[in-house]
């Protein structure tokens, strides 16, 4: 009698393999990092076939992402796939591949959990079954995040001590610059422009006048080209990008880092005497534009009225003449490019605090409320003046 040996089939374990690369450098390679991860995935995927392992056709990888979050977007591709129940096991080259924090690992650990999501690092050996083996993980993650931030550190000292030499260590252009081999280099047409905009402050002695009249010219913020092709900058100025162009010591010849400032390499193009004259005059004006103000003037819509033509917020102002004080919503796009930028630059606040104020209170007191008591809508082409006692 012949015995027939019945062989059990083993089922898939569907894999996804996971790279990422803190850079993009070396990526544009034929054969890069992220290559070289993956094949050795796909390897250990190979070896695993008698136990019915297979390798899913999808890239999970991310070029030129830290693993200090996980804003990352083959990772969200990754645990959106995980959710939706397409993976059973993820295999990256090092656990610090798949995060440096030991929090945003933990929380990926749970997602593996809940969907039965096996969890393998290719060249470090260990079972996550087990109390030793979560053990040896929590160890090798503690490591990762120690190592990522002692780079953050040594990073943060380096620029420190670049500053203090006045050497400049990076970060966005600024107009009447140009970034060569890691120096700043005088451009001489937007340096002109530069020491234009500082004397048209001078001449009308006011952040808002000068920039509707840098956008009447069109001149724009710095633009530039980032390593990747993206065009950045070339914006018309605002209140605040003009102010953080006239407080900028780097245009005195300066480089500042914190509180700290110092001589620098790169070549002056404001002279000293025009820049402190509009430090006197930016401390004298102020220009914050009572940002930090508390609400001492009890306006009940601060913080909740928006522009219904710019969509912008409306914060709350006044303008005192004599013993009286009118005030107003002012639209953002008015106070930050001029009052001609927006169709309906100001409300009277009184106006409509009373308007807002019985609408809830017809919703509050009846369930239908007698349109004849409402008080008109302003229009939006005419400025309404209404005289408050201080």
């Not at 008698?50 to 030129?64: A, I, N, R, S, T």
């Not at 397409?86 to 656990?95: E, G």
Request: aromatic share 8%; net charge positive; with cysteine.
């Amino acid at each position: 009698m012949t015995r027939r040996s019945k062989q059990t089939e083993v089922p898939a374990m569907r894999c996804a393999i996971y790279t990422r690369k803190s850079t993009d450098e070396g990526l544009e390679q034929e054969f890069n990092s992220l290559d070289a991860q993956r094949d050795s995935g796909e390897s250990y995927i190979a070896s695993q076939r008698h136990e019915g392992w297979k390798c899913l056709p999808e890239h999970y990888d991310d070029g030129g992402f830290t693993g200090g979050n996980m804003d990352r977007p083959a990772l969200r591709r990754l645990l959106a796939d995980i959710e939706a129940g397409k993976i059973d096991c993820v295999l990256v080259y090092k656990v610090d591949r798949l995060s440096r924090s030991l929090l945003d690992f933990a929380r990926m650990m749970e997602v593996f959990e809940q969907h039965n999501v096996s969890f393998v690092s290719v060249t470090q050996q260990f079972n996550t079954a087990t109390s030793m083996g979560r053990l040896v993980l929590n160890v090798l993650l503690s490591f990762a995040q120690f190592e990522r931030e002692m780079i953050s550190e040594r990073v943060r000292d380096k620029i420190a001590a670049s500053r203090r030499k006045g050497k400049w260590s990076g970060g966005m252009p600024i107009l009447g610059y140009t970034v060569k081999d890691t120096k700043l280099v005088v451009r001489n047409g937007e340096a002109e422009r530069v020491r234009q905009i500082f004397q048209l402050y001078l001449e009308y002695q006011s952040l808002l006048a000068t920039v509707t009249e840098l956008n009447r010219r069109g001149w724009t913020t710095k633009r530039w080209t980032t390593k990747k092709g993206t065009q950045r900058g070339g914006k018309l100025f605002t209140k605040n990008s003009l102010y953080s162009l006239l407080t900028n010591v780097t245009y005195i010849g300066k480089i500042k880092y914190k509180d700290e400032v110092h001589s620098g390499e790169h070549e002056a193009i404001v002279p000293d005497q025009l820049f402190q004259q509009a430090q006197t005059l930016l401390q004298r004006n102020g220009h914050t534009g009572g940002r930090d103000v508390r609400n001492k003037h009890g306006a009940l819509l601060r913080g909740l009225l928006r522009c219904s033509p710019c969509g912008r917020a409306m914060s709350h102002t006044y303008t005192s003449k004599g013993n009286r004080r009118y005030r107003y919503y002012v639209c953002g796009t008015a106070q930050q490019r001029g009052w001609s930028e927006c169709p309906s630059p100001s409300v009277p606040a009184g106006e409509i605090e009373r308007f807002v104020v019985d609408q809830i209170k017809c919703i509050g007191g009846r369930p239908r409320c007698d349109r004849r008591n409402r008080p008109p809508s302003p229009p939006a082409d005419r400025r309404w003046h209404r005289a408050v006692e201080p």
